[in-house]
T-cell receptor
């Protein structure tokens, strides 16, 4: 398996533009997580899905952020409109469902977002 | 919900010395405790994990201990090497949830 795949790897955009980040989890994994990492705030959980259903989106910073998982092999994180403070590395991770619990998370390579 | 605290935030040791990173968690239902290593510019990667039915686990120079009563767990790295320099994250998992600590930046000086 290729592991968790994220695209794009780098994104530079201007303030006000829409940004869409994509993730393909490891095949067979039931959980999918979106994280944001910055020097100031560390690794923050934004939202996670179990079997394509959003379970906890309390980490989503504001209404400008939205995430979808239309099927088991694809998820998107959208920021509209983007702002300079959204600049960060966004990681997607996936894990198996181990008897109803989250198991080891495997991280994608991340998307480095820069909003000018 | 679960709350994980990690200490110290930075740690500097001489090559060959040991390094210890400690985490506490709040939810007594947590039953899985992984540790991740993140090198500069790379993704977090699992280095060792422990489940709640085990008190200690070792893998070469790395060991993790768990004290469920006190709700804390620790990462121990012995005979540190410069390539151990990275940010280390602990995490605690209950059913349907996993939370990360804030990270520890470990620097191993040659």
């Amino acid at each position: 398996d290729a592991g968790v795949i994220q695209s794009p790897r780098h994104e530079v955009t201007e303030m006000g533009q829409e940004v869409t980040l994509r993730c393909k989890p490891i095949s067979g994994h039931d959980y999918l997580f979106w994280y944001r990492q910055t020097m100031m705030r560390g690794l923050e959980l934004l939202i996670y899905f179990n079997n394509n259903v959003p379970i906890d989106d309390s980490g989503m910073p504001e209404d400008r952020f939205s995430a979808k998982m239309p099927n088991a092999s694809f998820s998107t994180l959208k920021i509209q409109p983007s702002e300079p403070r959204d600049s960060a590395v966004y990681f997607c991770a996936s894990s198996l469902d181990l008897a109803g619990a989250v198991d080891t998370q495997y991280f994608g390579p991340g998307t480095r977002l820069t909003v000018l | 919900g679960e709350n994980v605290e990690q200490h110290p935030s930075t740690l500097s040791v001489q090559e060959g010395d040991s390094a210890v990173i400690k985490c506490t968690y709040s939810d007594s239902a947590s039953n899985y405790f992984p540790w991740y290593k993140q090198e500069l510019g790379k993704r977090p990667q699992l280095i060792i994990d422990i489940r709640s039915n085990v008190g200690e686990k070792k893998d070469q120079r790395i060991a993790v201990t768990l004290n469920k009563t006190a709700k804390h767990f620790s990462l121990h790295i012995t005979e540190t090497q410069p390539e151990d320099s990275a940010v280390y994250f602990c995490a605690a998992s209950t059913n349907n949830d996993m939370r990360f600590g804030a990270g520890t930046r470990l620097t191993v000086k040659p």
